[in-house]
């Protein structure tokens, strides 16, 4: 920390005053010890004797002035209360540059920090503050993230249940008028209706799930599954409507059995998600492939690929982000909220794992990384080298 010159100037008069009235206040002891010794015989006897039994060196050398040795003890003493002196006036300049310092970035300039470097406490006291200035804007973007997060979603569910909801009123609409011509009309329309209005209640039911896994205190009941039986209960139930794409569905056994500890249900509406978008946007494909593997020490990977077309590199890094779609125009085509990506993302990190994905020419996979045994928690190698 670099002191102005109005505080060095200050500091330099702090220590001509303090010298001054030690000086004083020696020479007024030395006064006063004098009177004592000519005033009082005994004293001044008792003095000598003193000087005269004090030997010092091999040449037995005697002290013949007790003024020399009290001088000398006196310079010493004042040289340590200059110095005290000093360096409590530097202090307390040092906490009125931090308080200066402080006022500043409480006026609003909050991407300031303390700058200088300090000794003792007193630089952890700094680095304290600028930790907690950090600390309290990373918490003012987080709550802007958040109030930016909830206008998003508010946005977006409104547009996704204005179309439907304008169909439905619509279509009723002409169904009240009785602005229909034949009974095929009135049935066409109340179909329509229908279907729009399943439509919103699949991006209600898909809202609904996705706030309630977003939280993290949503309990998860935990059971020991068997990975190979649980493919296999995927494969049977998803082979029909898998067959109806021209798409064939299987599941790779591994060579021995493996077991994690998981919320059955809650994965099982992983892998529904991720199966249905396999077969939904896999036109063109032939195989959805289901299979299972150790990862690292106590980490789980399962994938779920498809040879269906591959996934712009753009929207690789936006693929879990809720109602973004690869394409816009497959809202219309499938009904897809949108959600359902954003809902495996965060059941998948109640469990404490992660989900990747990788997509090129031959093969779309979804990596699943789970910890085998509830309560671990496993880390992204891609959010920790973000980190490093």
Same mark, same amino acid.
């Given at each position: 920390?670099?002191?102005?010159?109005?505080?060095?100037?200050?500091?330099?008069?702090?220590?001509?005053?303090?010298?001054?009235?030690?000086?004083?206040?020696?020479?007024?002891?030395?006064?006063?010890?004098?009177?004592?010794?000519?005033?009082?015989?005994?004293?001044?006897?008792?003095?000598?004797?003193?000087?005269?039994?004090?030997?010092?060196?091999?040449?037995?050398?005697?002290?013949?002035?007790?003024?020399?040795?009290?001088?000398?003890?006196?310079?010493?003493?004042?040289?340590?209360?200059?110095?005290?002196?000093?360096?409590?006036?530097?202090?307390?300049?040092?906490?009125?540059?931090?308080?200066?310092?402080?006022?500043?970035?409480?006026?609003?300039?909050?991407?300031?920090?303390?700058?200088?470097?300090?000794?003792?406490?007193?630089?952890?006291?700094?680095?304290?503050?600028?930790?907690?200035?950090?600390?309290?804007?990373?918490?003012?973007?987080?709550?802007?993230?958040?109030?930016?997060?909830?206008?998003?979603?508010?946005?977006?569910?409104?547009?996704?249940?204005?179309?439907?909801?304008?169909?439905?009123?619509?279509?009723?609409?002409?169904?009240?008028?009785?602005?229909?011509?034949?009974?095929?009309?009135?049935?066409?329309?109340?179909?329509?209706?229908?279907?729009?209005?399943?439509?919103?209640?699949?991006?209600?039911?898909?809202?609904?799930?996705? /706030?309630?896994?977003?939280?993290? +205190?949503?309990?998860?009941?935990? @059971?020991? %599954? =068997? &990975?190979?039986?649980?493919?296999?209960?995927?494969?049977?139930?998803?082979?029909?409507?898998?067959?109806?794409?021209?798409?064939?569905?299987?599941?790779?056994?591994?060579?021995?059995?493996?077991?994690?500890?998981?919320?059955?249900?809650?994965?099982?509406?992983?892998?529904?998600?991720?199966?249905?978008?396999?077969?939904?946007?896999?036109?063109?494909?032939?195989?959805?492939?289901?299979?299972?593997?150790?990862?690292?020490?106590?980490?789980?990977?399962?994938?779920?690929?498809?040879?269906?077309?591959?996934?712009?590199?753009?929207?690789?890094?936006?693929?879990?982000?809720?109602?973004?779609?690869?394409?816009?125009?497959?809202?219309?085509? /499938?009904?897809?909220?949108?959600? +359902?990506?954003?809902?495996?993302? @965060?059941? %998948? =990190? &109640?469990?404490?794992?992660?989900?990747?994905?990788?997509?090129?020419?031959?093969?779309?996979?979804?990596?699943?990384?789970?910890?085998?045994?509830?309560?671990?928690?496993?880390?992204?190698?891609?959010?920790?080298?973000?980190?490093?």
């Amino acid at each position: 920390m670099k002191l102005t010159g109005r505080e060095k100037t200050e500091l330099f008069l702090e220590g001509v005053v303090t010298v001054i009235l030690l000086l004083l206040l020696n020479l007024s002891i030395i006064v006063l010890i004098n009177q004592s010794i000519s005033t009082n015989p005994g004293l001044r006897d008792g003095i000598f004797i003193i000087k005269r039994s004090i030997i010092i060196g091999p040449d037995h050398l005697h002290l013949w002035s007790w003024e020399n040795i009290f001088i000398v003890l006196m310079i010493l003493f004042d040289a340590a209360v200059v110095y005290w002196r000093l360096i409590r006036r530097y202090h307390q300049m040092q906490l009125r540059h931090i308080i200066s310092e402080l006022h500043y970035i409480a006026n609003g300039h909050l991407n300031h920090r303390i700058p200088f470097k300090l000794k003792g406490n007193t630089q952890s006291v700094v680095e304290s503050i600028n930790a907690l200035v950090d600390s309290v804007i990373q918490s003012m973007d987080e709550e802007r993230a958040i109030e930016s997060s909830k206008d998003e979603l508010i946005t977006n569910v409104s547009h996704d249940l204005r179309t439907p909801l304008t169909s439905i009123l619509g279509y009723l609409g002409l169904i009240r008028d009785k602005q229909y011509h034949s009974q095929e009309d009135l049935l066409k329309y109340a179909d329509i209706a229908y279907l729009k209005a399943k439509q919103m209640k699949s991006l209600v039911d898909n809202l609904f799930e996705y /706030t309630k896994v977003k939280q993290t +205190g949503t309990p998860l009941s935990i @059971s020991k %599954i =068997d &990975l190979n039986q649980m493919m296999e209960q995927l494969v049977a139930s998803f082979e029909l409507e898998a067959d109806k794409s021209g798409l064939a569905i299987s599941a790779q056994e591994t060579d021995q059995p493996m077991y994690i500890e998981a919320d059955a249900e809650k994965l099982g509406r992983v892998f529904n998600n991720l199966i249905s978008n396999a077969i939904k946007y896999g036109k063109g494909g032939h195989h959805i492939y289901l299979s299972c593997a150790t990862g690292q020490p106590g980490e789980v990977v399962i994938h779920v690929a498809n040879d269906g077309p591959e996934i712009p590199k753009k929207s690789l890094n936006q693929i879990f982000e809720r109602f973004y779609r690869v394409e816009s125009s497959r809202n219309k085509d /499938t009904g897809g909220s949108g959600l +359902g990506l954003a809902i495996a993302q @965060s059941i %998948i =990190d &109640l469990h404490g794992g992660y989900i990747n994905v990788s997509s090129d020419q031959g093969l779309t996979t979804f990596a699943i990384h789970l910890p085998a045994k509830h309560g671990d928690q496993l880390k992204n190698p891609i959010q920790k080298a973000i980190a490093q």
